[in-house]
């Protein structure tokens, strides 16, 4: 292309988008329509069901292949952006592919024999994709223009570099519009720009537009050009109705890429549930919570690496925390576990710590609900260890899954997060519960510890290899002495851990050769069985007809006494121990 047209087009800009969620239906604004977008086609340009498929009549075909779901919304919601007479564009996600011949199998359907200017864009995450040597051998024996790229921002890997059969130019423009971040517009300019160069149609294109690398999100506020402002002035108001009423504000953590897709269901869900529920409420995107900054300022205290992203729920003039409550949905963990020796206990978390407020992690599930559901053990292992096992490490609370991939588009493979929403009524509920107790003095809260008695047997009432679980517990008794927790008269608490134990077991247990009749009767705690009818009938029909084959009839006949189901355990003032039931 001569250099003239291209200057011509690098000059072109696109109409302010770096303060607005990308939207296929986003109204047009005053200011859309006082400065155009010269890239920006009519309705009568675009395509509509009323239109013939032009994949019919002409000879060109464009074919992304992910292993981000990001990826393949955001490439649907470009789809809008691009003109009439654009070559089809298909797309399929690679983590779908089992073996070779489901790459051979989508190279022939999405790709017909009609089709001799063909683009192919692979953007992977790791290698050991079934079938893609078959993919580059065909890309090379019909001459396709094959542009293959890492899926991980910033990340450029020469050995992909090595597989395209396009200049080194169109990678790295490529590379760009990729890494100045996965919004709709990006995405059909780079559509844009790949036609124009590789197959000469002449559509022109605006250069990548960066996008904010992290930010605070709310519904109402999605579209608004002034996005920012009016988020951040949302919080700080959250936070004087904080201060001034005592009333909770819970912020959602969620990956940029689901902003920046419009992939956002499953945040509004939690969002819209937090607010019914009287609580304030705000989204906050990133990439990543382990970019650092030093901060001098974090409720009072100096941190030397503090996630960037958290920065917003700072108050700019106290540095104050502006939320009692944090839910992300965000995998992994913060900090890193040492696999040549044993792992710190505070391991790279000094931010969380400074920040000082409890993190729930909700599960953003990559399986199906129906699969969630027929599963015996519920979650896949790649969700258990990236969503429960990982994220532990951190502290974080672990609740429920709140969505699961669902269809948006089969035909072309686009998948969304859809919530589930009495999962997501369960996590906001805990949430507002937590967000509360911050609210309420020391001596006020009540406090259940549950040790662990899995088998039911005396001898293992908290076991834990390696670790004096009575022990620990009288220190934690000592702390919360200390911060004014109600623990009842002392002279009453165990002297002991072994003190501890034996009153346990001699006031009741679950250990059916030594429960007697009398401690069951002196039981901390007893359900009526109506009360547990009621709570029973509550569950999934599956999950009820697996409790009666293991448990009979409900309530049982396991530690039943007076027509109560009793609960082991021990009441310090506002403390109770519990015991596991087995």
Not at 56 to 73: A, E, M
Not at 258 to 268: E, G, K, P, R
Not at 328 to 353: C, H, K
Request: proline share 7%; charged share 20%.
């Amino acid at each position: 292309m001569d250099t003239t047209a291209q200057q011509k087009k690098d000059e072109v800009h696109l109409v302010d988008n770096q303060h607005q969620q990308p939207s296929s239906s986003s109204p047009p604004t005053q200011a859309d329509n006082e400065h155009p977008d010269p890239m920006t086609v009519s309705s009568s340009d675009t395509a509509s069901e009323d239109v013939a498929d032009p994949s019919t009549t002409n000879p060109f075909q464009v074919l992304l292949l992910s292993h981000k779901d990001t990826d393949i919304l955001t490439l649907s919601a470009a789809r809008r952006m691009l003109p009439l007479d654009f070559p089809p564009v298909a797309t399929a996600n690679l983590v779908e592919f089992k073996s070779a011949d489901d790459m051979i199998d989508l190279v022939k359907q999405k790709i017909p024999t009609s089709k001799t200017h063909v683009i192919i864009i692979v953007r992977l995450l790791g290698r050991g994709v079934p079938g893609f040597q078959y993919l580059l051998d065909t890309a090379r024996r019909n001459h396709y223009h094959l542009i293959v790229v890492s899926g991980i921002p910033g990340s450029f890997e020469p050995d992909l570099t090595a597989m395209c059969n396009v200049s080194v130019e169109v990678i790295h423009r490529a590379i760009a519009y990729f890494h100045a971040d996965g919004c709709s517009h990006n995405m059909a300019n780079l559509l844009r720009y790949l036609a124009d160069h590789l197959l000469q149609c002449g559509f022109e294109y605006n250069p990548p537009t960066a996008q904010p690398g992290h930010g605070l999100y709310h519904p109402p506020f999605v579209n608004d050009r002034d996005r920012d402002s009016k988020t951040a002035a949302h919080l700080v108001e959250c936070h004087k109705e904080r201060k001034e009423r005592a009333k909770p504000t819970i912020a959602v953590v969620f990956y940029r890429c689901h902003f920046l897709s419009a992939n956002t269901a499953f945040v509004d869900a939690v969002i819209d549930e937090l607010e019914a529920l009287d609580c304030n409420a705000t989204g906050l995107f990133t990439e990543s919570l382990r970019e650092h900054e030093p901060v001098d300022n974090v409720n009072g205290m100096t941190v030397e690496r503090f996630p960037t992203a958290l920065t917003h729920l700072l108050h700019d003039k106290t540095g104050d925390c502006m939320v009692d409550v944090l839910i992300s949905t965000m995998a992994f963990a913060l900090g890193e576990v040492n696999p040549d020796g044993p792992t710190i206990g505070n391991w790279s978390t000094p931010g969380l710590q400074a920040l000082n407020v409890p993190v729930l992690q909700a599960i953003t599930s990559v399986d199906t609900v129906k699969k969630w559901r027929d599963s015996p053990r519920g979650l896949n292992p790649l969700d258990t260890a990236m969503n429960v096992a990982i994220p532990e490490f951190d502290g974080r609370i672990i609740t429920v899954p709140i969505s699961f991939k669902s269809p948006q588009d089969e035909t072309n493979n686009v998948h969304y997060y859809e919530p589930l929403q009495d999962r997501v009524m369960t996590v906001a509920k805990q949430a507002v519960r937590l967000g509360l107790l911050r609210h309420k003095p020391n001596c006020d809260k009540r406090v259940a510890f549950m040790l662990t008695n899995s088998s039911g047997k005396a001898q293992r009432i908290g076991d834990a290899v390696g670790l004096d679980t009575p022990a620990s517990l009288l220190l934690v008794f000592d702390a919360m002495r200390a911060a004014s927790y109600t623990l009842g008269d002392d002279n009453l608490l165990p002297s002991s851990g072994d003190q501890l134990m034996q009153d346990l077991i001699d006031r009741c247990s679950y250990d059916t050769i030594h429960l007697t009749e009398q401690q069951l009767a002196n039981a901390a705690g007893h359900v009526p069985a109506k009360v547990y009818h009621e709570m029973f009938d509550r569950l999934p029909n599956n999950q009820k007809q697996q409790m009666q084959e293991q448990w009979g009839a409900p309530p049982g006949e396991a530690y039943i006494h007076d027509d109560k189901i009793a609960l082991a355990g021990l009441e310090f003032g506002n403390v109770f121990v519990a015991l596991q039931p087995p």
